[in-house]
């Protein structure tokens, strides 16, 4: 059997230094635990891109460090075109027709173009097989998999994985070994699969530019008081009561609309409700 590790080649923004290609910590975590996890059950590990003509080199640096096979698949991307990509449904069907006869798939949950991390629940979905996303930590127990999720509130879920799965992890879970200088010339030679495939120019997408959020500014009144220690006091509200919180219990819908008019009350949201 053979366990399929998929990556993302992510490309600089058009301008950008060159250099800035490659793939995330999470992608080199998932490629390094589909290795151990392989080596434990005597499998084979098959890495997998879509990507352009640059990223051969990630790929024979994965065969170098023990993957036996490695498969590209050129949609015709431009090598110019980094801030250009597919959108998650198609790159996971595009994945999912060469990792189908796979026992397990892992992938990172992150990407360093900061993408959404849902390729892996749209392969899962795709194959029909079960998914464990986030991952922290991964145990090999016989011929099972031990994995520990993260969940909200910095609560962890424990699964035990018996059948064909898509397993994502994050960057802390594994470092990526170091290669040896006789795998790293023999990968140079290494056949590697190439499958070109058109895809439809409308599931190409440009995303928008990422900034933090900032909140809007709320609008204050002007502080009072006859002398500047007043006012100074008012701004910086010294002297003033501890504030509490509230809860309150209402149902969902009601509950939604609370949080917004608290959220507009206190200048996060316009009037109209946008930020």
């Not at 910590?25 to 640059?54: K, Y």
């Not at 015709?76 to 798939?105: H, Q, Y």
């Not at 079960?130 to 699964?159: F, K, M, P």
Request: a negative charge; aromatic letters at 4%; one cysteine or more.
């Amino acid at each position: 059997m053979t366990i399929a590790v998929c990556v993302k080649w992510s490309l600089p923004a058009s301008g950008e230094d060159e250099r800035f290609a490659g793939i995330s910590l999470a992608d080199q975590a998932a490629l390094e635990v589909g290795l151990t996890v392989a080596a434990s059950r005597g499998e084979t590990v098959r890495v997998v891109t879509v990507a352009p003509t640059s990223s051969e080199r990630a790929l024979r640096d994965a065969v170098a460090c023990g993957a036996s096979d490695a498969v590209r698949i050129d949609t015709g991307e431009r090598p110019d075109s980094g801030s250009e990509t597919l959108d998650s449904a198609t790159v996971a069907s595009l994945l999912a027709g060469e990792v189908e006869d796979c026992s397990l798939v892992f992938c990172g949950d992150y990407s360093i173009d900061r993408g959404s991390g849902s390729v892996p629940a749209f392969v899962a979905a795709r194959l029909g097989i079960d998914q464990a996303l986030g991952l922290v930590a991964i145990e090999t127990s016989g011929s099972s998999l031990e994995v520990v999720r993260r969940l909200d509130g910095a609560r962890r879920e424990i699964l035990r994985v018996t059948g064909r799965a898509v397993l994502s992890v994050e960057g802390s879970v594994a470092r990526l070994r170091r290669a040896p200088l006789r795998s790293v010339l023999a990968a140079d030679h290494h056949p590697m699969t190439v499958r070109s495939c058109n895809v439809d120019s409308t599931r190409r997408w440009t995303p928008e530019a990422i900034a933090p959020f900032r909140p809007r500014a709320r609008v204050l009144p002007a502080p009072g008081g006859s002398s500047a220690l007043d006012r100074v006091r008012h701004l910086t509200d010294a002297g003033g009561g501890p504030s509490r919180g509230e809860t309150v219990e209402l149902p969902p819908d009601r509950a939604a609309a609370r949080i917004v008019d608290a959220l507009r009350d206190w200048g996060y949201l316009a009037p109209d409700g946008r930020p």
